[in-house]
T-cell receptor
Framework: EAQVTQNPRYLITVTGKKLTVTCSQN?????MSWYRQDPGLGLRQIYY???????DKGDVPEGYKVSRKEKRNFPLILESPSPNQTSLYFC????????FGPGTRLLVL | KQEVTQIPAALSVPEGENLVLNCSFT??????LQWFRQDPGKGLTSLLL?????REQTSGRLNASLDKSSGRSTLYIAASQPGDSATYLC?????????FGTGTKLQVIP
């Protein structure tokens, strides 16, 4: 079954404690991206990757890092999380159409 | 910078009605436009994707149209059902980047 998985699904952390949200896809897609979804602001693209070792900034990259060492995985890294990064995060991969992961709900205290 | 607007923000209709959701975008240099459905607390499900060279796509009771020159897309839902209740999002893909609208929250009343 074609799918995008994310872990963890829910996370509560404190300001400044580094965290990583993993994302994996099983469709051999080259393009992957991360979004955050906030009330009234919709989904905004954080980072995207056109292929292994090729990443670029989306519209809201500040405070985030990504890496693409292999095609199937695209982790999102928050080196020093802050409360304004509390949000719902989605990973997506794209072939003919975009497939979204189930989302990670992050609360930064 | 691409901006995507969806009107109305919320819509409530009785079951069985045909309805139209609107999506407008500011930059017509797009590769494709995609409509998604999002149920509360869930991820996004792709409904229809229209390539920039296409005018419309159909899937079951859904029909999406695209007019690049005017920067508009519509999603037509025929014979609406309570199960259609969800938030509908349009996403415009430009050069490598994807921009979403803020969505239309649809409620279909039995």
């Amino acid at each position: 079954e074609a799918q995008v998985t994310q872990n963890p699904r829910y996370l509560i952390t404190v300001t400044g404690k580094k965290l990583t949200v993993t994302c994996s896809q099983n469709m051999n897609h080259e393009y992957m991206s991360w979004y955050r979804q906030d009330p009234g602001l919709g989904l905004r693209q954080i980072y995207y990757s056109m292929n292994v070792e090729v990443t670029d900034k989306g519209d809201v990259p500040e405070g985030y890092k990504v890496s693409r060492k292999e095609k199937r995985n695209f982790p999102l890294i928050l080196e020093s999380p802050s409360p304004n990064q509390t949000s719902l995060y989605f990973c997506a991969s794209r072939g003919e159409t975009q497939y979204f992961g189930p989302g990670t709900r992050l609360l930064v205290l | 910078k691409q901006e995507v607007t969806q009107i109305p923000a919320a819509l409530s209709v009785p079951e069985g009605e045909n309805l139209v959701l609107n999506c407008s975008f500011t930059d017509s240099a797009i590769y494709n436009l995609q409509w998604f459905r999002q149920d509360p607390g869930k991820g996004l499900t792709s409904l229809l994707l229209i390539q920039s060279s296409q005018r419309e796509q159909t899937s079951g009771r859904l029909n999406a149209s695209l007019d690049k020159s005017s920067g508009r897309s519509t999603l037509y839902i025929a014979a609406s059902q309570p199960g259609d209740s969800a938030t509908y999002l349009c996403a415009v893909e430009g050069y490598q980047k994807v921009t979403f609208g803020t969505g239309t929250k649809l409620q279909v009343i039995p």
